[in-house]
């Protein structure tokens, strides 16, 4: 079984910061890491090959140091590393990048499964997995907490919802988005660390890949980001005491008033 | 201070200090209240190729020595001193067999001990052989093509959890300690069964149990050497383990230090932190400095041991001496630092305390260690 994981480098930090004037993430001097959802997908892709033999290929879109995120992806058990990487690619949004990270699939070609964390914790989007698989045209599952089964056709996998789960069983090649419900990421291992400092990632541009280049970075981005702010947070509701008949009658005015 | 270790030892460093904060910090209280044994930790170190750091390639280890395993032993012991046990006593069962083992031993056990599907146990101490190790009552008699065991060892680190056991017993007990021997032990053998579990001061995490002998018939080819090595053996072993009990001295000394400095920092008392009063001030430059002198002999001796040198005795009683008395001197300070918290078990010094205890006496204790030192420099002395 081929298992492509894709992954993203964010900053080390719950507290994001935000560049006021251009509205896009400050990264200059914070630590950066495996996007900590994209854990769980790396630990679902390494036990997949232990369950059914294959290897894995861990993919990155990002700048040359995104590099590290992929050499500590090989220390925690993938096989192979490709990162994709050009300055055409810059300010890509989150339909570019799938885009972008479709078409190296492509080229890396054989695969019957891709995973992705459910999201990013720098852009919190949720959108390059499910792109991604739109963009290659196959089925995808989100938010998937665990792989019953998998055979060559199909796999049967538990989708988290609010309430519980559904069953939803798809055939292959398909895309999965991880929720960290669905396993406990193991620690890297010392040959995994030592495979890792020799490893060689393939470094692809857009040319490699084959890329449209108006479909790629800010030109073949169509989302605009105008202003990012914290939604003010709501007040509880007033909670009205007496006689039914009198809350009744002011609940009324209070609507009147308020123009609903 | 650097130490000048190499790329891969940084590695097998940071490692084993990532899994120690992540891994048995939040836990260690939990296995010294309940005294159960931690496989899931066991699991974690096995799955990270930890166990075989100091072993050959050619048997499933990373191909290092013992400075790898101290790196290993101390970091582990900075959070933990019990759970770090189950780790380093594997590796006192194992050098028997990689230190005197034929290749056909090593090829059998090795590899199961560094992919850390085996731990290992070593056993020597029974109850009326302690320090007078020579003394000790087992006997292994020979009978065709096996060994009969009959004895009980004492107080055995791993007993019962491991499945590789290294037994000291007596082939001649006309001999004395020349009529020692060494013998691999599997668990599940028959005539083998494993007393109560001893109730510990510390180090509870670490399991402590008698291994029992009746009629336990060992397949000869299990005897490592020949028969009257028992002793010279367990010796060697000694030299080369206690460098890894000193490095569980260190870690134990230094996870102390680590929670006094920070107990300091943030304690206000007269409206000021307590670190800013020149007696805890000085209290921490003693106990900073100690454990960095206590740490530079651990790991200069284990670079001696690992260069090959001929006789480390010496070094090896003097690393354990001095890095287990510095354990017990900064985890007495630390509990003082914490003052009356430091007492209570709610908060985690006290237990440091009690861990840095044993390293004064296991694996020969402190007084023994003496003897040792001073044997060897009349010897060295003399041979001027």
Known sequence: MNIIVCIKQVPNTTDVRIDPVTNTLIRDGVESVINPFDAYAIEEAVRLKERCGGKVTVLTMGPPQAENALREAISLGCDEAVLVSDRKFAGSDTWATSYTLAAAIRKIGDYDIILCGKQASDGDTAQVGPGISAHLDIPQVTYVKKIEEISAEKAAVERMTEEGYDVVETPLPCLLTVVKEINTPRMPSLKGLMRAKSAKPFKWTADDIEADPAALGLDGSPTRVIKIFTPVQRKGGEILKGDTGDISKELAELLKDMVI | ?384
């Open chain 2, 1 to 384: 201070m650097d130490y000048l270790i190499t790329e891969q030892q940084t590695m097998i460093r940071d490692l084993a200090r990532k899994i120690a904060d992540e891994k048995i910090k939040p836990v260690a209280a939990h296995y010294d209240e309940t005294e159960e044994f931690a496989w899931p930790i066991m699991k974690i170190l096995a799955e990270s190729d930890l166990f075989g750091v100091y072993l050959p390639e050619q048997y499933g280890g990373l191909g290092g020595g013992i400075l790898d395993m101290c790196l290993v032993t101390e970091e582990l012991s900075r959070a933990c001193g019990g759970i770090a046990l189950g780790y380093a006593g594997t590796g006192l069962g194992t050098l028997p067999i990689l230190l005197h083992g034929s290749e056909e031993q090593k090829k059998k056990y090795l590899p199961d001990i560094a992919a850390g599907k085996k731990l290992a146990a070593f056993c020597i101490t029974e109850a009326e052989a302690g320090s007078d190790a020579g003394s000790i009552k087992t006997t292994a008699r020979k009978e065709g093509d096996k060994y009969i065991l009959n004895g009980t060892k004492q107080w055995i680190t791993n007993a019962g959890e491991a499945d590789i056991y290294t037994v000291i017993a007596s082939t001649d007990k006309t001999k004395g300690v020349r009529g020692a021997s060494a013998f691999i032990v599997e668990k599940g053998t028959k005539g083998m069964e494993f007393g109560k579990k001893e109730k510990k001061m510390g180090i509870r995490a670490s399991a402590t149990r008698e291994v029992i002998f009746t009629d336990c018939e060992v397949p000869a080819e299990n005897l490592i050497s020949r028969e009257g090595m028992g002793f010279i053996i367990a010796m060697k072993t000694f030299d080369c383990s206690r460098p890894g009990v000193a490095a569980q001295a260190v870690g134990i000394a230094q996870g102390a230090l680590d929670h006094a400095l920070e107990y300091a920092r943030t304690r206000v008392q007269f409206d000021v932190p307590i670190s800013s009063f020149q007696a805890i001030q000085h209290m921490l430059a003693d106990m900073g400095t100690q454990v960095e002198a206590a740490r530079a002999l651990v790991y200069a001796t284990a670079r001696m041991v690992d260069s090959g040198a001929k006789s480390v005795a010496k070094e090896s009683a003097m690393a354990k001496l001095f890095a287990s008395d510095v354990a017990m001197k900064v985890t007495t300070d630390a509990v003082q630092i914490f003052g009356g918290y430091g007492y209570m078990r709610d908060y985690p010094v006290e237990k440091y305390m009690r861990d840095a205890k044993i390293t004064q006496i296991y694996e020969g204790t402190s007084q023994i260690q003496r003897n040792v030192i001073a044997a060897n420099m009349i010897k060295e002395s003399i041979k001027k």
